[in-house]
């Protein structure tokens, strides 16, 4: 049929725009892949050039030199080090508070949740002086708990989350597991924690991300190389003040995204899900 | 009824209740209620972390408003940032979420795609990536001069002209998230209004203006609102970027509050600057929430089911 015909022919152009538009909108993101391989002279003299003239896989070994006499195999450690136990922390404490508050009727849980839903709204800037007071006093200045220590206390939005997804599974099963002599610690760690998986993946995901990519937090926190984490490092190797090897800095860079990368690929239906259905920022 | 004390603490269910949020209650008082007063006192001192603050009244924030051109000038700054960013993100995440809710071939490949630089956006390395790409030398420079014979000698992060307006691209370049939630807003049409109109004749614009939009304004409330949040407290890109400069054209608000808190070592007056930015945060959040009635539609249950 012509209506049709003609219909697929716009569908056509249209595709091929949107397909257009997204190489324009990805071209940084391979620009920094290109600029990785380029000889650091090559990088900007040839900046406009995606296929470099030659691979120059030699900055990711200089790349790896660091900086300050540390291997960025280090920066790679304390940014694994530093993500891995504020995402544990997270899990634990957010599903365990998120379960209270959708399954215990206790006295004080709605104080305590409106509490939660207050906080969320909270601009973090607001915290920042007593807490950095707080950990000065405790002499953890230029150590890792400051980064680690507040996510075992959760997090308001992965509560939230966590609950509305409990909120879902059927009341019946803590009734019948209760009969059935089942405490509430054993349903928790038996049965809910099995069913909550999704949620529980996603909350990962997320506090895994914004843990990786965080800058502030270490900026305030951590003051010597042996100390940064990923994001310092290359902050500090891209100092306007030194002469920078720009094909070793992307090479690093590069690498940087590597996890989250990875996590977006195999998580992404939660990633997807969640933001679209929470707003959950990504 | 009212239960007597006893009762209460024979109840079982809230020993369980409290040992469950126990980890979250106690962060939620180290870490978010004490800091929160505190730094509310301490908006009322002059404190520099070394020696003890000392109670000065309202001092800070008189100074702030009738004394200080750099604060005003972070505001004016901020306040542009997120007046043009936020509009054009959302434009941009709405246009795009409209084409790829069409039949287009590969519409998932594409979703991931337009989102790819939301995912990276955030970290430091495509922000110095970025410092790069629209150097004096980088590739959009390059760009220009091989293929549109155009030579530009300016570096558009460090002139003063075009500072904010990079990192304001910057941002534009991330809507992604919003993209992503207008999609599953989108999804939510019934193609049946949508099939009506067009037996009835409506063109494509207006089946957009007229139906989509309205559909969706919950959800542009929605991504406005976190648009304007979120645009409030930028920080990183200008830090790592521009650190405020040129002659403070980017200076974020939380640039300047970071400045005067760590690097000034005037934290009374930082706290003061952060209960500022909370209380504008909330204001406005409370403005938009009353302006929402008249503009967002929400549909009524009944409504949905017809």
């Known amino acids: 049929m012509n209506a049709t015909s003609q219909k697929r022919g716009g569908n056509l152009w249209l595709s091929a725009a949107v397909w257009g538009f997204a190489i324009v909108m990805i071209y940084p993101l391979l620009w920094l892949l290109s600029s990785s391989l380029k000889h650091t002279t090559e990088v900007y ?26 291997s960025f195999f280090l920066f790679f450690q304390n940014s694994l080090y530093v993500t891995i136990f504020s995402v544990v922390g997270t899990v634990i404490a957010s599903t365990m508070a998120a379960y209270a508050f959708a399954r215990i009727r206790f006295p004080g849980s709605a104080f305590w949740f409106a509490c939660m839903m207050l906080t969320l709204m909270l601009p973090s800037e607001v915290l920042i002086i007593p807490q ?18 507040p996510s075992f206390a959760g997090g308001a939005f992965f509560i939230f989350l966590l609950v509305q997804f409990m909120r879902g599974i059927p009341v019946e099963l803590d009734e019948s597991a209760r009969i059935d002599g089942c405490g509430r610690f054993l349903f928790f760690a038996k049965i809910m924690l099995p069913l909550i998986v999704p949620a529980i993946v996603t909350t990962a995901v997320f506090k895994f991300i914004w843990t990786w990519d965080d800058y502030f937090a270490p900026l305030l926190y951590l003051n010597s190389a042996e100390m940064a984490t990923v994001s310092l490092a290359i902050k500090s190797m891209a100092d306007p003040t030194m002469e920078t090897n720009w094909g070793a800095l992307f090479a690093m860079s590069v690498l940087s995204l590597v996890p989250v990368v990875a996590v977006f690929i195999a998580f992404q239906r939660y990633i997807v899900e969640g933001i679209s259905t929470t707003g959950l920022k990504g | 009824m009212k239960r007597t004390s006893k009762q209460w603490l024979r109840n079982p269910d809230m020993y369980a209740g409290y040992a469950f949020i126990f980890p979250w209650l106690l962060g939620l008082f180290v870490f978010s ?14 404190y520099d972390i070394l020696s003890a ?66 995912l990276m956006g955030g970290s430091v390395a495509v922000i110095v990536m970025w410092g790069q790409l629209f150097g004096l030398n980088g590739a959009f420079n390059s760009f220009m001069r091989s293929i549109f014979g155009i030579e530009i000698s300016i570096s558009w992060i460090t002139d003063p002209s075009t500072a904010l307006g990079s990192l304001i691209v910057l941002s534009v370049w991330q809507f992604g998230s919003a993209m992503l939630i207008f999609l599953a807003g989108l999804k939510q049409i019934p193609a049946s209004l949508l099939e009506a109109a067009l037996v009835d004749g409506a063109s494509a614009a207006y089946r957009f203006r007229r139906i989509t939009l309205p559909l969706l304004s919950p959800v542009i409330f929605f991504n406005l609102v976190m648009g304007i949040i979120g645009g409030f407290k930028v920080f990183s890109e200008g830090m790592i970027l521009t650190g405020g400069g040129p002659h403070d054209q980017t200076l974020f608000y939380v ?49 949905r089911e017809a």
């Open chain 2, 53 to 118: 603050p000392q109670w000065i009244g309202f001092e800070n924030f008189k100074e702030m408003f009738t004394d200080d051109p750099r604060f005003v000038k972070s505001v004016k700054v901020t306040l542009l940032y997120v007046a043009v960013a936020v509009p054009l993100r959302l434009c941009f995440a709405l246009a795009i979420a409209a084409l790829l809710n069409m039949k287009i071939k590969g519409a998932r490949a594409l979703r991931s795609l337009y989102y790819l630089p939301t």
């Open chain 1, 132 to 149: 950095y007071m707080l950990f000065n006093k405790l002499n953890w200045i230029n150590t890792f708990w400051p980064l680690i220590v």
């Open chain 2, 255 to 303: 640039i300047y509050l970071y400045e005067n808190s760590f690097r000034f070592l005037h934290m009374g007056y930082g706290s003061a600057m952060a209960w500022v930015l909370l209380l504008a945060v909330s204001i406005l959040t409370a403005l938009v929430f009353r302006s929402s009635s008249l503009w967002v539609h929400y549909e009524s249950k009944g409504e």
């Open chain 1, 45 to 70: 003299s040839q900046a406009h050039k995606l296929i470099p003239a030659h691979f120059y896989w030699e900055n990711y070994v200089s790349g790896f030199k660091g900086f300050a006499g540390h």
């Open chain 2, 33 to 46: 209620l004490f800091p929160i007063f505190f730094s509310l006192y301490l908006s009322f001192t002059d």
